[in-house]
């Protein structure tokens, strides 16, 4: 089966090739939580939001781990 290709702009198909899993994951945080669909500029900038959340979650985790292990081994 060929993939479904939606034919685009040049600029709007290379955003979609590097933002492609964070959209999609932006997309399933909207469907999940019921939230009414946003414009094209607002779902991209909730796209970098998630992923500015999920960043600072993982060097709070990191951090979390690293202070964790220091002090068990002190």
């Known amino acids: ?3 479904l290709r939606i034919p685009t702009t040049d600029a709007m198909s290379a955003y979609h090739r590097r933002m492609g899993l964070l959209e999609a994951l932006a ?16 779902r991209r900038r909730a796209a ?17 781990g690293y202070v964790l292990m220091h002090l068990m081994h002190n």
């Not at 997309?27 to 607002?42: E, H, K, M, Y």
């Open 48 to 64: 970098w939001f998630i992923l500015g959340m999920l960043a600072l979650a993982l060097v709070a985790l990191g951090i979390g």
């Open 1 to 3: 089966m060929l993939p």
């Open 27 to 42: 997309n399933a945080f909207v469907r999940t939580f019921g939230i009414t669909q946003p414009s094209d500029a607002l």
